[in-house]
T-cell receptor, first 109, second 111 residues
Framework: SQTIHQWPATLVQPVGSPLSLECTVEGTSNPNLYWYRQAAGRGLQLLFYSVGIGQISSEVPQNLSASRPQDRQFILSSKKLLLSDSGFYLC????????FGPGTRLTVT | QQPVQSPQAVILREGEDAVINCSSSKALYSVHWYRQKHGEAPVFLMILLKGGEQKGHEKISASFNEKKQQSSLYLTASQLSYSGTYFCGTDRKTSYDKVIFGPGTSLSVIP
């Protein structure tokens, strides 16, 4: 069966520091992969999606970037975090329906 | 184009029924339903792929009216465990699977 992992589970970072969140999927090949952000009490905002290795599309221009160095690995990065980057970051994979990872709760102080 | 969900919030007593609606201004290929409990990731409930399709498991079911570009989620004889925020996601089947989620409906079931 397929499983999706995200780490770390929680993160507290100062403004201006870099960020790297990792997501890996097991049990499937060539999945579509997604990064979402959810602000406290809000909906799911699609940040990036990828249909294959090295193929990244950005939905919302901001100071975040994403990379897919391997088929089942998706990385979200930032060179300098802003206060507004705080939130719950969710990775997801899909064939038809989408399945979410456990999420990373990021607090920028 | 983000789908619209209604109501924004609903409070039920155990055993009562609820309907959550999801509509889009664009033609849809599929509708996805998820439930998210506080502090957790959304959990997939069901996907409806064809107009007129209905699906369900246990006491949660959904319908998809392709012509009206809307879907409804039905919760019958609600249980405390049904509490959470329900999101619908719509997919227009462009060049890849991209699901756009609605703002969510907060559902609270009280004893």
């Amino acid at each position: 069966s397929q499983t999706i992992h995200q780490w770390p589970a929680t993160l507290v970072q100062p403004v201006g520091s870099p960020l790297s969140l990792e997501c890996t999927v097991e049990g499937t090949s060539n999945p579509n992969l997604y990064w979402y952000r959810q602000a406290a009490g809000r909906g799911l905002q699609l940040l990036f999606y990828s249909v294959g290795i090295g193929q990244i599309s950005s939905e919302v221009p901001q100071n975040l970037s994403a990379s897919r160095p391997q088929d089942r690995q998706f990385i979200l990065s930032s060179k300098k975090l802003l206060l507004s980057d705080s939130g719950f970051y969710l990775c997801a994979w899909s064939v038809n329906e989408q399945y979410f990872g456990p999420g990373t709760r990021l607090t920028v102080t | 184009q983000q789908p619209v969900q209604s109501p924004q919030a609903v409070i039920l007593r155990e055993g009562e029924d609820a309907v959550i609606n999801c509509s889009s201004s664009k033609a849809l290929y599929s509708v996805h339903w998820y439930r998210q409990k506080h502090g957790e990731a959304p959990v997939f409930l069901m996907i409806l792929l064809k107009g007129g399709e209905q699906k369900g498991h246990e006491k949660i079911s959904a319908s998809f009216n392709e012509k009206k570009q809307q879907s409804s989620l039905y919760l019958t004889a609600s249980q405390l465990s049904y509490s959470g925020t329900y999101f619908c996601g719509t997919d227009r089947k462009t060049s890849y699977d991209k699901v756009i989620f609605g703002p969510g409906t907060s559902l609270s079931v009280i004893p």
